[in-house]
């Protein structure tokens, strides 16, 4: 259980970080307007971010423009950061009994 409350923690921080890297690109996108190609920075971020826009557009039905898509990747990884750190890792803290755990009527 130790493992997998680890794991779930692991997890939190590498959706973060995919978090980062998508809105530095949006932010990159912006600013750098017509050059960001060329930008050193954004290429980077273009690579971090290629497998999670894949996946996202895999997923997606094809009505959704391929501009559209790295904003709908930001809004699932936020939707995967949100349920790991509201629901998943305060569940696996309870059961490891590193939180005091509310009370089964008060969760509801």
Same mark, same amino acid.
């Given at each position: 259980?130790?493992?997998?409350?680890?794991?779930?923690?692991?997890?939190?921080?590498?959706?973060?970080?995919?978090?980062? $890297? /998508? =809105?530095?690109?949006? +932010?990159?996108?912006? #600013? %750098?307007?017509?050059?960001?190609?060329?930008?050193?920075?954004?290429?980077?971020?273009?690579?971090?971010?290629?497998?999670?826009?894949?996946?996202?557009?895999?997923?997606?039905?094809?009505?959704?423009?391929?501009?559209?898509?790295?904003?709908?990747? $930001? /809004? =699932?990884?936020?939707? +995967?950061?949100?349920? #790991? %750190?509201?629901?998943?890792?305060?569940?696996?803290?309870?059961?490891?009994?590193?939180?005091?755990?509310?009370?089964?009527?008060?969760?509801?």
């Amino acid at each position: 259980m130790e493992l997998l409350f680890q794991g779930a923690g692991i997890l939190q921080l590498l959706v973060t970080l995919v978090a980062l $890297f /998508l =809105l530095g690109q949006g +932010v990159l996108y912006v #600013l %750098a307007g017509r050059n960001r190609d060329r930008n050193l920075f954004y290429q980077l971020f273009q690579i971090t971010t290629r497998p999670v826009l894949r996946l996202t557009r895999w997923i997606t039905p094809k009505v959704i423009v391929d501009r559209h898509i790295p904003f709908v990747a $930001f /809004l =699932l990884v936020a939707w +995967v950061w949100v349920i #790991l %750190a509201v629901w998943i890792l305060p569940d696996l803290a309870c059961a490891l009994g590193k939180t005091e755990c509310p009370s089964v009527g008060a969760r509801k």
